[in-house]
Each structure stands twice: as C-alpha cells, then as structure tokens.
C-alpha cells in the first residue's frame, strides 16, 4: 500500500490507525459490524472472509456487474470491519485468522470465527478451536485438489469426515463442510456436486470435463442460421461446474477469441469462430464438413430420400426423438466423455447390436459388466478350494449383516479391484477409439460398486474414449437407474441420452412406419 500511494512504510499504520477510529463512530459500521455477525452465527460461528463478503454483496446489492469485482467491493466492507475490531482485539466479538499463502488474492483476508460470548451455552466452541478445524479442513481439501483425477463427492466427504469437529460445534451438514474446508484451504474449490478441484485447473482439463464444447445442431437448418455455441454459453458451461476457476495464475476471466478457439481444440472440439448473418452474433461451429454430416448423415445409410426424412422427423415426434439419439450418439462416438444410454427393457438386445455390432456405424466395444465380474469372483474361488461356489451362492441370499453376507462383500470388494484395472485399461487405449459399452451394469448396483462407475466416468471424461453405459429399465424417458439405485450424471451436460423406441427400430433411418 505504501507503494502504490508514495509514502513510507511507518506511515501506513499511522493512517489506518486513524481510519479504525472514524469507522468505529460510522453508524453504517457498526450495522455491518452486527450483520457480519449474524452471518457468522448462521454459518456455524465460522467462515471465511470471502463467503461473507459474497452474502453481503447479494443482500446488500451493488452496481458492479463483474463478479470479481463485487466481491472486492464486498471484501473491503469486511476488511473495514476486522480492522475496527483490532482497536480493542480483547474486546472483538470474533477472531481473524489470515490466509496468507492463499494463490486467490480474494481468499488473502483468510478465515473469521466468533468468539464466546458471556450469554453463550457452556458447550460453545472457541473461536481458536473452530479456525483450528477450518484449517484442518483446508489441508485436506488442498491435498484433494492435487490428485491427477478430480475427486468424487464420495471421496471429498469420506476424506473431509474423519476430521474431527471441536466439542460443541454445530452439525455440519455435507454441502457447509465442502465450502468450509474450500474456503480455509490455499488453491481449492468445490463444485456444485461436492468435488474439490484447483482453482487454477488448466482450462484445457475444464472444457474437458464438463464437455464444454458440445454443439446442439438443428437438423436441417442451414449452416449460417445454426444457433451454434456461443463463447459465453462455453464460459456458462464451465462456471456451472468450477465456479471459482482462474485463468492462470492471478486471473479471473475466461479467455474469448483466438485464445478459447484454441483451448477448445486442444480439449478434442474442433470448432470455428464464425459470425451469423443474420443477428452478427459469434458462435462455436463445427467444421463444414462435420456439421453437414452431424444432421444429414443420419439419413445416409437409409433407403428413403433426404427430403422425405427431413419431412418425417418434423412431424412426428418419435422420429425427431430418434433423430436427436442419432445425432448425440454421433458426436459422442467421436471424443471422450461418459454418455448414460437409457432403453426399454427388452429391447436392450437390439440396441447393442445398434451401437456395437459388426456393422455398427459407432464403433462402440461392448463389455459385459457383470461378466467380468464373474470372472474375477471365479478366479477367486478356485475349484477344490473354501469357500466354494456354493457358499458363495448361499452368502449372496443371505440378509444384509450376517456372517455371509459381511464375508461375501470382502470377495466382491476383491473382484472390483481386478474389474476396475481392467476397464480403465480399456479408456485408455487410446483416443480416437470408438467409445466402451458397458452391459449388464446392474452388478455396480447390486454389490456395491458405484464408486466404481464413478472413477470410471471421470477417467472418460478427462480423455482417452468414451464410456457409455446402458441401462434398461421400464421407461426410458425416466431418470437413469441401475435396479434401484439412480446413475449420478451430469444433467446440464447432455451425459443423459434416451435410446426411444424408433432409434431402436431404426425407423429414423429406414422410414419404416412406427
């Protein structure tokens, strides 16, 4: 400070000593002052300055439109708080603990946490206490934020929950421990879902992950009238999943132009910057020859006439939702990424021979979940040997708890440890590579494996092949669901494709009457 403004070091505190004295008297002061601790209070008696910097820009309002810069607007209401406080530290209703080795310059006011107060219950955590759990909390979520692969939710709340809270704190719901534990750490980040994720995540790895570069095309509409993908529609895409991304180190805004254009290639989107005529707008777009096949190639191996398909699928909805499955499963083949492909039970059969047969235009490898699993607890149950097949049988009817069924889930937690090398295996063969169909998936499900599929949909995501699984069930059009259990995916991303009944019978590529 003392740089920017052309003075001596010692005269700073000369001045701000100054300053904590007016603001002390500011009536509008002492109202924050008050509100911050309320805030504080509803927040479980700690927080970081940056979170309640943000809840008073939204009740407060303010008329900067830039994110960043409300909250350094916000933050330097705060900070004008924290120092007032510092006239009588003895006396402060909250204690300050600052964050110096934070890499975002809006963490640097670090962590605040309420003090015990004479009308307090006797249980009431210390204000030492609770920023000492905070900053625990904060290692673990920046250890997190290193691992090659991002962290499921299971992971961060599994890692997250074995630290334990001091004596008399609140109960801390899930979503609270994730911020509390990204807001005390130094460069971590949590996402709507509950993961942990650097701040400064390569944008590269960002666009990947959240399959940022996806362009919906209408069928049939010409080239210079397709709505396209916007670069503010990519920068949504990514915010809606990593919120508290940097563009490098210090930086806060997502790249425009040249700079995303080549961020997106370098993710596997090969789209252009193109202006439409007819609003001026710019918008993402596949090449030329990309974006005539992605609507019109679907036609191409059907019997009938272009014009006359073009006619079906707009009038007649089973067509049209055909025609979308076609065109999503076509750009999905193309690229990483994990895809859920919901299909009527029963015609399970024919959509495999779709998506993974012989003549398959997808190129899709199919894989028998359940047989490799089989395949692993056989290996482990060798003929001649305990336990048998049979007493593996008898442990899987037995009921939840007993002797068997605890025996049992040591040997399947064993198997999918063998499965799990396997399959990652296959991702990883290389890109370019039609996408791996998992069938039969039901065993994730039934033996406790959904932690499974879950490393195995992130490893898609971040490069290598798609992962595609497909699961039957009575109504399609309903939330994916593996027996009973629900298929996490990520719904503002498009990894939800149904496979209606016409995609089935391919009646969107034979003209044949539904």
């Given at each position: 400070m003392a740089d920017a403004l052309e003075l001596s070091a010692g005269r700073i505190p000369q001045m701000l000593k100054t300053q904590r004295t007016r603001w002390r008297k500011h009536p509008a002061v002492r109202e924050l002052r008050r509100e911050i601790l309320e805030r504080l209070a509803e927040l479980g008696?700690?927080?970081?300055?940056?979170?309640?910097?943000?809840?008073l820009a939204v009740r407060r309002g303010t008329r900067l439109q830039e994110r960043d810069q409300r909250r350094a607007l916000a933050l330097a209401a705060v900070r004008a708080v924290v120092e007032v406080e510092q006239l009588a530290p003895a006396e402060s209703?909250?204690?300050?603990?600052?964050?110096r080795e934070a890499t975002d310059e809006a963490m640097g006011a670090g962590l605040l946490a309420l003090e015990v107060g004479e009308d307090d219950a006797p249980d009431t955590p210390s204000a030492p206490g609770l920023l000492d759990y905070a900053q625990r909390l904060g290692r673990v979520a920046d250890r997190l934020a290193k691992l090659d692969t991002l962290p499921t939710a299971t992971t961060v709340l599994g890692e997250l929950g074995a630290i334990t809270?001091?004596?008399?704190?609140?109960?801390?719901?899930?979503?609270?421990?994730?911020?509390?534990?990204?807001?005390?750490?130094?460069?971590?980040?949590?996402?709507?879902?509950?993961?942990?994720?650097?701040?400064?995540?390569?944008?590269?790895?960002?666009?990947?992950?959240?399959?940022?570069?996806?362009?919906?095309?209408?069928?049939?509409?010409?080239t210079e009238r397709q709505p396209g993908l916007t670069p503010a529609e990519v920068h949504e895409r990514v915010r809606a999943r990593f919120p508290?991304?940097?563009?490098?180190?210090?930086?806060?805004?997502?790249?425009?132009?040249?700079?995303?254009?080549?961020?997106?290639?370098?993710?596997?989107f090969e789209l252009a910057l193109a202006t439409r005529e007819d609003t001026g707008t710019q918008r993402y777009l596949p090449p030329r020859e990309e974006l005539a096949s992605s609507y019109l190639s679907v036609q191409g191996r059907r019997h009938s006439t272009r014009t006359g398909a073009l006619t079906r699928y707009a009038d007649d909805p089973q067509i049209a939702g055909a025609v979308r499955a076609e065109e999503r499963l076509s750009a999905s083949a193309r690229r990483d990424g994990f895809r859920v492909l919901t299909v009527r039970m029963g015609a399970s059969v024919r959509a495999v021979?779709?998506?993974?047969?012989?003549?398959?235009?997808?190129?899709?490898?199919?894989?028998?979940?359940?047989?490799?699993?089989?395949?692993?607890?056989?290996?482990?149950?060798?003929?001649?040997?305990?336990?048998?097949?049979?007493t593996i049988l008898r442990a899987d009817a037995a009921a939840p708890g007993t002797k068997g069924a605890l025996k049992l889930a040591e040997y399947t937690r064993t198997a999918w440890g063998r499965v799990e090398p396997k399959l990652r295996a296959k991702l990883d063969a290389g890109a370019g590579s039609g996408p791996v169909l998992l069938t039969d998936a039901a065993a994730f499900a039934r033996y406790d494996a959904m932690g499974t599929l879950d490393r195995l949909a992130a490893a898609?995501?971040?490069?290598?092949?798609?992962?595609?699984?497909?699961?039957?069930?009575?109504?399609?059009?309903?939330?994916?669901?593996?027996?009973?259990?629900?298929?996490?995916?990520?719904a503002g991303l498009g990894e939800w494709i149904e496979l209606p009944e016409a995609w089935v019978t391919n009646a969107h590529r034979s003209g044949a009457q539904l």
């Open positions: 008696r700690v927080a970081s300055a940056a979170e309640i910097a943000d809840a209703a909250f204690r300050h603990a600052a964050n809270p001091p004596p008399g704190a609140a109960e801390w719901d899930e979503r609270r421990m994730v911020d509390l534990a990204a807001a005390a750490s130094r460069n971590a980040a949590a996402t709507p879902r509950l993961e942990i994720y650097p701040r400064d995540l390569p944008l590269v790895r960002a666009l990947r992950l959240t399959q940022a570069g996806l362009v919906r095309l209408i069928p049939g509409l010409p508290e991304l940097t563009d490098g180190p210090g930086g806060h805004d997502l790249p425009t132009g040249g700079p995303l254009t080549k961020a997106l290639r370098d993710a596997g021979a779709e998506l993974a047969g012989e003549d398959s235009r997808f190129g899709a490898e199919q894989v028998s979940v359940t047989g490799l699993f089989l395949d692993a607890m056989h290996d482990l149950v060798r003929p001649g040997a305990k336990p048998t097949w049979d898609a995501r971040q490069g290598g092949r798609g992962l595609w699984l497909l699961c039957p069930q009575s109504d399609p059009a309903r939330e994916p669901r593996l027996g009973t259990v629900a298929v996490p995916y990520q």
